[in-house]
Nanobody
Framework: QLQLVESGGGLVQPGGSLRLSCVAS????????IGWFRQAPGKEREGVSCNSRMGGTYYVDSVKGRFTISRDNAKNTVYLQMNSLKPEDTAIYYC?????????????????WGQGTQVTVSS
């Protein structure tokens, strides 16, 4: 059973940076598509980024050019580097995984989820 644990959230001023980590245990991430999602208070969960072995990398338009998803297979870890943060990036961020060579279209297709890490962008 794949387990995911996020870390790296916190309070940051607008324009600042954070790097979120998603550490996996129970299985190697080599054959998994990994997604980052976020949910702000009163809003629906939103897909932020996804990376898969065959399908490349995707970003929601609002974070393109600011966020970067990456993997360290040796550490079984996926990262989300977030630069030029804005107040509207404030949310709980979750990583999710699905054993698939391509990124699933729907968040409902991701079987494994972490517990989330809070990101707050405020002055």
């Amino acid at each position: 059973q794949l387990q995911l644990v996020e870390s790296g959230g916190g309070l940051v001023q607008p324009g600042g940076s954070l790097r979120l980590s998603c550490v996996a245990s129970g299985s190697t991430l080599d054959y998994y598509a990994i997604g980052w999602f976020r949910q702000a208070p009163g809003k629906e969960r939103e897909g932020v980024s996804c990376n898969s072995r065959m399908g490349g990398t995707y970003y929601v338009d609002s974070v393109k050019g600011r966020f970067t998803i990456s993997r360290d297979n040796a550490k079984n870890t996926v990262y989300l580097q977030m630069n030029s943060l804005k107040p509207e990036d404030t949310a709980i961020y979750y990583c999710a995984a699905q054993r698939s060579p391509l990124c699933p279209i729907s968040s409902a297709d991701f079987r494994s989820w972490g517990q989330g890490t809070q990101v707050t962008v405020s002055s």
